[in-house]
Structure formats: structure tokens, C-alpha cells
């Protein structure tokens, strides 16, 4: 307020004082100068705040020419000017602080006024006189006291906004200030020799000339400038490109790593999926046999110890899988794993090969024993019963087990021996099968005989023999059975033991059994068609158990009988007790179906199984064939005639008729007739026979009377008697 005052006072007082009489060119050149020439005419010092005015360099010179008045009023005009100037540009300068300038301009140059004129006199007559170091001196002064009056003016406003001291604001300032001072005094000295020297006109002419190189070359400097700023900021953006980029890049090296890091983790899953099984997450096939691969090349290099690997079915897996569904079968699996898992040794390795095989290598073995000993453990521990979904779930395991060799030359060997010993151990109903080599010959034996068989129908190599069945009461031919022979290029006639076990296993019964109806068929409609005679003998078929599971049986049947035109009552089909037995529900439904065609059925080896009684009950069965072991060893009183006996007295009870198998004897004929049997088949009567023989069989039907005197044949009632009093006991 008080500057503001001061400043009021001051520019009134040099109102007041004004004289009207100093107005002259030169005057309006200076105010001019000062004005509209200040406005444009400055300049910032390179690298500094610094800003020079030819506006301050005026004010000295009117303060020289014309006195205290004129230097008030122009620097306080000059001070509005551009504090108008800055507000027309936007700079936020409120009227306050325009008023302020103003004052604090007006108070700046009373002061230097007074102090310069209190210590100099009448300054224009010192300039008038061109006494340099004079007017030097007054310049020096004036200088000092504007810049010690505005230095402090500044450091007092600048210290009120930045709360500093007025003395740090000072100090900060002052040097700026002071550069200011000094470069407008040698200005102030430079116009003030061209006004005196030249006239103010020429002075004129020459600072609008040099105005004029000042601008162009202010042009210049603001061209530098700009274009300076233009680099500054295309460096800038070069800068922020350049670490848009480096952001970019470590985005991409981040993706980078996270895309190697997700495909290490997939390679690794893929190696893992590739050695382990799905289910049990336990080594898979691959992995085992890198396993022994490894093993058998370290026992080859190191002589390392011996190690035995086993191979382990479950059994009835396949049941239990049927008839408990597949989600039951999955957890027994599951619960094997583990059991087996917690039975091997560190350093043993249990696999899973799918299905219900596992294989397990048993390292450092010492001896046969060893081996033995653990597989005994694993069959005791996994017949020990599983607890599923509620359920007590039963299996057990045959395994084979087959010892390193040095002669082992690749993993798949080993395997396969013990695979083999596996199958072993299944036929045998054993828990465990040590290999041996007789066993893989028989198995390389069984390949081969399983190639051949797969050829033999196309080729031509089966045939069928026929063995006549004889009514026992009158001897009299009643009709055959059927039984297959291979006529193989090299091994000669081959029973039915030796292929039909292989066919079943492969599933070549079915077209061997379809072909045997037909071709047996076809021959019994011939014989048939030769005599009436011929026309009520029975052709009997053995069926296989394994026909069962293929649910076109009857319809297959049913066409053969169509097309051969064989009288369905005129063709039986055998099914051994074992087989019926074991899938007594599903069979039941099927031998129905068989018995609506037409046919009759006939249960063969009777007696070797365990018949349930309420089954045979419900089969529609025609014929129950006593089994040859029986027959063979029945003597009068012995267990196996009391079992004959039984066996044709449920046949009896049943409403059945009994043929007894494998009669080599004629005592044999006569105990079957005493107990009441009323057919009979066996070497005794003939061997099976291929077809040609049996025609002559046909022609001569009654040809094994001979074997029974004729007073015994007659007497039929006889024995019919002793059968009822039999079974009455
Ligand atoms: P099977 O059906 O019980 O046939 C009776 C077997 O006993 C025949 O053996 C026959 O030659 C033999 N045999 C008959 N009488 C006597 C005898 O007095 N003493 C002795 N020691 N044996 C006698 P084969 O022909 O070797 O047939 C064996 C088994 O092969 C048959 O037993 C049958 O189960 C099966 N088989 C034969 N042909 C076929 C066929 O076409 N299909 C099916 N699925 N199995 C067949
Ligand atoms: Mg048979
Ligand atoms: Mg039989």
C-alpha cells in the first residue's frame, strides 16, 4: 500500500512539475522509442531468465535529457504498456498488480532521480558538456540505485509468494537483476552518444535501423529458437517413442517368456502324458520299457544285478466291468494301482499297460525265489476283497514272470516272455507262471497256428467226420455227430483239441462252426435223400460257448437250415455243460430262440460241471451227453456207474433222453442198457469217419447187433425194469 501510495504521489508530483516546453522531437523519438520500440525491442539473454528492454536504456536517457518528470511519467507509462501488453496475451495480471508495478516503476525512478540529482545538479548540462566520465559516473549512480530500489522491490514480492526471506529472495535474484542494469546502462550510454553526437532525428533513422537488424535478428534468434524447440520436441518424441518402444519390447520379451514358459510346461505335460497312464498317472508302457531297456544294456555293461519282470491280468476284470459298469471297473483299477504301488520296493516300478495289465520290474532280484515270493504277495493282496462305491468287489491276478538274461537282446523280449508265462498261469488257474523257454515255442507254435487257421476255410483244409450214434436197445445206427478235422498242408490231420481252443480265443469259431452246419448240413440232406430210411437220423453240431456272445446265432442257424433244406427235428446242436453254465440267464433266452426253429439241443459232457438243477430245469434241452470219463471207467457198483445211473435218471425226471459218450467195451453196452441209456457213441461202435465211410455206416445201420446176443436184444423190457427199481432205490 505504502508503495502504491508513494507511487501515486510521485506521478502526480511529476504530472504537476511537467513542463509543456519540453516537448520536441527529440522528446516524442524518445517517448516513441521507449513506447512502441520497447514493446518489440527486447530480447532474452541465451541461457538465462534475462530479459533487456531498450525501454529501461530510454528511461536513463530521459532521466539525463529531461529530468525527473519525464523519466517518471515515461517508465510509468512503459510499465502499463506491457503489463497491458502481457495481459492481452493472457499472462494473469490483476489490476492490483498493474497498479503495483506502476507505482513501484514510479517510486524506482523518483529515487534514482532524486539521488542523482542531489549528487550531480543539473544532469543535462553535464551530458550537454560531453564530459564522458561525468556523465559515466552519473550513469554509474543511477544504475546502482535502480538496481538496489528494484532488486529489493522484486525480492519483497517474490519473498511475500514464496514465504522466503526477503534476503534469500535477494540474493537469488539480484544478479539477474543487476546484469539487467548494467546492459541498460551501456545501452542508456550508447543512445545517449548518438542523440548528442548525431541529431535525435538521424538517431531516430539509426535505432529504427538497427531496430530493424535487432529484429531481424531477434527473427533469427526466435527461429532458432523454434526450430531449437521443434528438435527439443522431436527429440522428445523420439525420446517417448523410443520408450514407447522399449515398453513394447518388454511387453513382447514378458509375452515371450510366458508363451516359452506355457510351452516348456505343454512339452513337459505331453512328455509326461506320453510315459504315464491317463487313469492311474503310473508309467505307461513306453516308459517300461525304456526301463528295462536301460537295465538290460547295464547288466550287459557293468554286469549289473539281475531283475525280473512281471506281467499281471486281473481276473474277471472283464465281468466286473460288464456287469458293474465301467465307472466301477475304472476305480477297481484305481485300487489296484495302489495296492500294487505300496508293494514294490524303492526303486521297483509298477506300470500300467491299459485294460486290467500291469507289469511290475523287480530289481536286484538275488534268486528265483525272490520273485516268486513277491508275486505270491501281490496275488494274496489283491485276492483280498475291494470296497466299491459301497460294494465288495472280488479279483485276483495271474502273472508271469520272466528272469533277465544276457541273451535278451531287446526289451520287448522280456516282455513278452513273461506276457506268455502270463497266459500260462490263466490256463492253469495258477497265481503265477515262471517262463520257461518251452513255452514261447508253443506260443510261436499257436501264432503260427492261428495264421494257418486264418486261411484254412478259403484253402479249403477243414473237413468233417462223422461218428455214428446207436440207439442201445435196438443197435441200430440213429444218426452222427459231426466233428471237425484240419487237413493241414504239413502237420497232416489235426484234432479239434489242438485249433479249436485258438479259434475261440481269435473269434474264428464263428465262421469254422457256420461253415461246419453248412457242409454237414448239405451231407445229411444228401443221405437223407438216398433212402426213406435215412430220413429220421440226427445230425449232431457241437456248438462253442464263445458263439453265445453273437447275438446273429439263431438268425445264422436259421439260414442254414433254409439253405440247405435240412429238417430243423433232423439237426441237434451240442453245447458242452461248462459253457452253458457260465452264462446260464443269457443262454437260457438263446437256446429258446434255437429250440423255436425247430432243432433239438443237447447238453454234451455232462457231469464234468457244476449244473445247477433249477437251470437245467428251465433249458429246453432234448439230450444230455454223458461225458466219456464216466463211461470210460464205469464198472457195476464203482461211483462213476452210480453217477451214470443218477445222471440218466434226472435225464428221465426231466423228460431228456441220455447218450453216452466214448462206449469202447461191449460190458460198457451192457451196463448203459441195464441203466436204462438209450443211445451210445464211441470207438467201439467206429471212429469218426469221414463222409464216404459214414455212407457206409448208413447202409449197413444194424451191423453192431452183432455185438449183443440176440436173446439180450430182444428183451428190452427187462432193462426198462431194472432202471425203474434203480431208481427207486
Ligand atoms: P465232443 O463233442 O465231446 O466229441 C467227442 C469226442 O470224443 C471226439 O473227439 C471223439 O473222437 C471222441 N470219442 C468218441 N468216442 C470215443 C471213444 O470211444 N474213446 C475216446 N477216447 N474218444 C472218443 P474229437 O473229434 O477229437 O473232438 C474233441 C472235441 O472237439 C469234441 O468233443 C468237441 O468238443 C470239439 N469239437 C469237435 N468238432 C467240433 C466242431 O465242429 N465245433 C466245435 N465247437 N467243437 C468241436
Ligand atoms: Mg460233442
Ligand atoms: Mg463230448
Known amino acids: 500500500m505504502l508503495t502504491l501510495a508513494f507511487g501515486g504521489v510521485f506521478c502526480i508530483e511529476a ?59 515515461l517508465a510509468v507509462t512503459e510499465a502499463l504498456v506491457t503489463s497491458m501488453k502481457l495481459r492481452l496475451r493472457g499472462v494473469n495480471l490483476s489490476a492490483l498488480t498493474i497498479a503495483l508495478n506502476g507505482a513501484t516503476t514510479a517510486v524506482t525512478t523518483f529515487a534514482t532521480a532524486a539521488i542523482a540529482g542531489q549528487l550531480f545538479g543539473d544532469m543535462r548540462a553535464a551530458v550537454n558538456s560531453l564530459d564522458y566520465l561525468h556523465v559515466a559516473t552519473m550513469l554509474g ?81 526466435d527461429d532458432v529458437k523454434t526450430s531449437a524447440a521443434k528438435a527439443e520436441t522431436a527429440e522428445r518424441d523420439r525420446a ?126 538275488h534268486s528265483v525265489d525272490g520273485a516268486v515270493k513277491f508275486a505270491e504277495l501281490v496275488s494274496d493282496k489283491l485276492s483280498d476283497p475291494f470296497t466299491l462305491n459301497g460294494k465288495q468287489v472280488f479279483t485276483g491276478v495271474s502273472i508271469g514272470i520272466a528272469l533277465s538274461d544276457p541273451a535278451y537282446e531287446d526289451a520287448e523280449d522280456i516282455l513278452r516272455d513273461a506276457d506268455i508265462a502270463m497266459y500260462y498261469a490263466k ?161 437260457t433266452s438263446m437256446l429258446k430262440q434255437l429250440k423255436a426253429l425247430g432243432i433239438q439241443l443237447s447238453i454234451d459232457d455232462f457231469g464234468t460241471g457244476y449244473s445247477s438243477l433249477s437251470y437245467l430245469h428251465r433249458f429246453p434241452i432234448d439230450t444230455l451227453k454223458v461225458d466219456r470219463s464216466f463211461v470210460s471207467t464205469m464198472e457195476n457198483g464203482t461211483e462213476n456207474g452210480e453217477i451214470v445211473r443218477t445222471i440218466v435218471g434226472l435225464a428221465k425226471t426231466l423228460g431228456m433222453n441220455v447218450i453216452a459218450e466214448g462206449i469202447e467195451t461191449i460190458h460198457q453196452i451192457h451196463q448203459l442198457r441195464i441203466l436204462g441209456c438209450e443211445y451210445g457213441q464211441g470207438y467201439l461202435f467206429s471212429r469218426p469217419v469221414p463222409s464216404e465211410e459214414a455212407l457206409k455206416l448208413i447202409e449197413s445201420r444194424d451191423r453192431w447187433q452183432q455185438f449183443i446176443p440176440s436173446s439180450i436184444i430182444n428183451i428190452p423190457a427187462q432193462k426198462h425194469e431194472v432202471r425203474h427199481l434203480r431208481l427207486a432205490k
Request: hydrophobic share 45%.
Open 15 to 73: 504530472i504537476y512539475n511537467f513542463s509543456p516546453a519540453a516537448l520536441d522531437v527529440q522528446l516524442g523519438v524518445l517517448v516513441f522509442t521507449t513506447i512502441f520500440l520497447g514493446l518489440f525491442l527486447h530480447l532474452q539473454l541465451p541461457r538465462t531468465k534475462i530479459h533487456l528492454s531498450i525501454s529501461d536504456a530510454m528511461i536513463f536517457v530521459a532521466l539525463l535529457l529531461y529530468g525527473a518528470e519525464v523519466a517518471v511519467l
Open 141 to 221: 549512480v543511477m544504475t546502482t540505485t535502480q538496481f538496489l530500489f528494484n532488486s529489493f522491490f522484486v525480492a519483497v514480492y517474490t519473498a511475500k509468494k514464496t514465504k522466503n526471506s526477503i534476503w534469500n529472495e535477494w540474493h537469488q535474484t539480484s544478479l539477474d537483476v543487476l546484469v539487467i542494469y548494467v546492459c541498460n546502462v551501456l545501452i542508456a550510454a550508447i543512445i545517449l552518444y548518438a542523440v548528442i553526437s548525431i541529431s535525435a532525428v538521424l538517431a531516430l533513422i539509426a535505432i529504427i535501423a538497427l531496430s530493424t537488424v535487432f529484429l531481424t535478428y531477434r527473427r533469427y534468434v
Open 240 to 365: 517417448e517413442q523410443a520408450e514407447k518402444h522399449i515398453e513394447e519390447l518388454k511387453h513382447h520379451i514378458h509375452e515371450q517368456d510366458r508363451i516359452s514358459k506355457a510351452l516348456r510346461e505343454s512339452k513337459e505335460k505331453f512328455r509326461h502324458a506320453a510315459f504315464h497312464d491317463a487313469l492311474t498317472d503310473l508309467p505307461n508302457r513306453n516308459l517300461y520299457i525304456e526301463t528295462i531297456r536301460f537295465l538290460l544294456e547295464k547288466s550287459r555293461t557293468t554286469n549289473g544285478a539281475p531283475f525280473a519282470v512281471l506281467f499281471l491280468d486281473l481276473n474277471r476284470f472283464k465281468t466286473i466291468n460288464e456287469s458293474l459298469g465301467h465307472s466301477i471297473g475304472d476305480k477297481l483299477i484305481l485300487h489296484v494301482a495302489k495296492r500294487l504301488s505300496n508293494l514294490i520296493p524303492d526303486g521297483d516300478m509298477v506300470a500300467r499297460f491299459g485294460g486290467d495289465e500291469f507289469a511290475i520290474i523287480l530289481n536286484k532280484i
Open 427 to 587: 490256463e492253469k488257474n495258477r497265481k503265477y507262471e515262471i517262463f520257461d523257454k518251452s513255452m514261447h515255442a508253443r506260443a510261436v507254435t499257436l501264432l503260427q497256428l492261428e495264421t494257418d487257421l486264418r486261411y484254412a476255410i478259403d484253402r479249403d483244409e477243414l473237413c468233417a467226420y462223422y461218428q455214428p450214434i446207436i440207439d442201445l436197445d435196438s443197435l441200430v445206427l440213429t444218426g452222427f455227430e459231426a466233428l471237425i478235422r484240419w487237413n493241414h498242408p504239413r502237420r497232416g490231420l489235426v484234432p479239434p483239441g489242438e485249433f479249436i481252443p485258438v479259434s475261440e480265443e481269435t473269434g474264428l469259431i464263428v465262421p469254422i462252426t457256420l461253415w461246419m452246419l453248412r457242409s454237414t448240413c448239405r451231407q445229411m440232406v444228401e443221405w437223407q435223400k438216398l433212402s426213406t430210411l435215412n430220413q429220421s437220423l440226427v445230425l449232431s453240431v457241437n456248438l462253442s460257448g464263445k458263439h453265445f456272445a453273437h447275438r446273429d446265432l439263431v438268425s445264422q442257424v436259421h439260414n442254414i437250415i433254409v439253405e440247405t433244406g435240412i429238417a430243423p427235428q433232423c439237426l441237434k446242436l451240442e453245447i458242452t455243460e461248462s459253457a452253458v453254465m457260465e452264462n446260464a440267464e443269457m443262454v
